[in-house]
């Protein structure tokens, strides 16, 4: 589990889980990217990447 940096919510990251993986916030929606740290896996803000509408 990994606390929400926006709300302090539980963020259930899964053993199986990889870096790279996006995991979403169960309270707030916020979006989350794993990423290797000393203690196995932490979080970082996902980017968001908009529509493109080829202007």
Request: proline share 5%; charged share 25%.
């Amino acid at each position: 589990m990994i606390k929400c940096p926006e709300c302090d919510a539980e963020i259930k990251v899964l053993s199986d889980s990889i870096e790279g993986e996006i995991v979403t916030c169960p309270d707030c929606g916020a979006s989350y990217e794993l990423i290797k740290s000393n203690n196995g896996l932490d979080i970082k803000p996902a980017q968001v990447v908009g529509e493109d509408w080829g202007q």
